[in-house]
């Protein structure tokens, strides 16, 4: 049996309700959009890529098509009820293949900070058994590397828009923060103050 490469699962169904302008997923950032973004990072970084769509999708579709082909698009029907229904449908394939990969990161759309060098960080920092967390400045954050057991039990107890929050919670014994602050910024884009303090940044940056 011949294990898939390290994979990576982008959840990008939200919508964004909270920022004002649409899905975030298609939120404007550099020459792409921030889902392209997210999808490049991890295919750098040499995952295999799942993205999560809400149903209909038509235009983060293309986008994908454009600026990362090899990113695997999936229809969350149930969107609405949170990061949990994008999660359980990322790892629905997982389940179904009989060679699943030892590892997933569970990359969020609107975390523009999180680049190649950080998801490879986290890859190399991760333990068989054990489940490897961001940390920014000393804040635990995302993304997150887990075995795909432990992601799979995750999914399964999910709610709402915590996403795999509850069964971290309640698994804190296993967990490995791997600090990621000299490297990029864990901050994500929720609300308008959020888009504006990221756009200062970037043009700090430049």
């Known amino acids: ?31 792409e959009v921030l889902v392209t973004r997210a999808a490049r990072a991890a295919a750098q970084a040499g995952c295999t890529v799942a993205v999560t769509l809400r149903p209909r999708a038509r235009t983060a579709r293309a986008w994908l ?5 090899a990113a695997h698009p999936i229809g969350v ?12 449908a990322a790892v629905l394939p997982l389940v179904m293949t009989d060679a699943p990969p030892q590892a997933v990161i569970v990359l969020l759309v609107d975390q523009p900070g999180v680049d190649e060098q950080v998801i490879r960080r986290l890859f190399a920092a991760h333990v068989p058994g054990r489940v490897t967390r961001a940390m920014w400045n000393g804040i635990p954050g995302n993304p997150v590397v887990f075995d795909t057991a432990h992601l799979l039990s995750a999914a399964a107890c999910a709610e709402g828009d915590a996403g795999a929050r509850a069964w971290i919670s309640r698994n804190r014994r296993l967990v490995d923060a791997v600090e990621c602050g000299d490297l990029g910024h ?10 504006q303090r990221w756009l200062a940044k970037e043009s700090a940056g430049r």
């Not at 098509?65 to 082909?69: G, L, N, V």
């Open 77 to 88: 029907h149930d969107a609405h009820l949170g990061m949990s229904a994008s999660l359980r």
């Open 65 to 69: 098509r454009d600026r990362c082909p």
């Open 186 to 195: 864990g901050d994500d884009i929720d609300e308008p103050a959020d888009l």
């Open 1 to 31: 049996m011949t294990t898939l490469p390290r994979h990576a699962i982008v959840l990008a169904a939200g919508r964004g309700s909270r920022l004002g302008r649409g899905p975030k997923a298609l939120l404007p950032w550099g020459d």
